[in-house]
């Protein structure tokens, strides 16, 4: 895997945990998720 | 910095990114159970539809399939290992979400394994086929 694609690799993880986080402040709020 | 070290470095981001992810993952399956939402997601089948599988018999728990680390992308096949070790897949209690056409589980490091659903998965039966498996 390139550098660059490596880079686009951790983009998507992080996108991917702050979704999963927010996800998790919405259940904790009591709202419902998709 | 070296070509070398930014290579590792960016390795290591990696790895620690699929590791929180899976992390992360599994935290919000465990806020859903405990606050009483049901039908949380799971990941998505293809995490685990990606990896290339052989199919095997076994003489109680019939057909499965096998992945091996060493014949699959390293990184998918970690990302795909540890969303199933911290959601403590076992032959007993296997992973799967709505929608899976195989239900998931680990057995030993460098495998995962999976099977078939068909309709519920009979815990009786997933714990009789797991003293079968650990026999073997």
């Given amino acids: 895997m390139s550098a660059e694609q490596k880079l686009e690799k951790i983009k998507a993880l992080f996108a991917s945990i702050e979704t999963e986080i927010l996800e998790c402040k919405k259940l904790l709020r009591g709202e419902k998720i998709e | ?136």
């Fill in chain 2, 1 to 136: 910095m070296s070509e070398d070290k930014v290579e590792r470095f960016m390795e290591a981001v990696v790895d620690y990114a699929n590791a929180t992810e899976a992390a992360a993952v599994n935290l919000k399956r465990q806020i859903a159970e405990i606050v009483g939402v049901k039908g949380v997601v799971a990941v998505k089948e293809e995490t685990f539809n990606i990896l290339k599988f052989d199919r095997q018999q076994g003489a109680r728990i019939g057909e499965y399939e096998v992945a091996y680390k060493a014949k699959n992308i390293p990184e998918k096949f970690r990302q795909a290992w540890n969303i199933l070790n911290k959601n403590n897949a076992v032959i007993g209690d296997r992973y799967h979400g709505e929608g899976y056409a195989y239900a998931y589980w680990l057995y030993g490091e460098a495998k995962i394994y999976r099977q078939k659903l068909k309709g519920k998965v009979n815990k009786i039966a997933s714990s009789q086929a797991r003293e079968v498996f650990e026999r073997k």
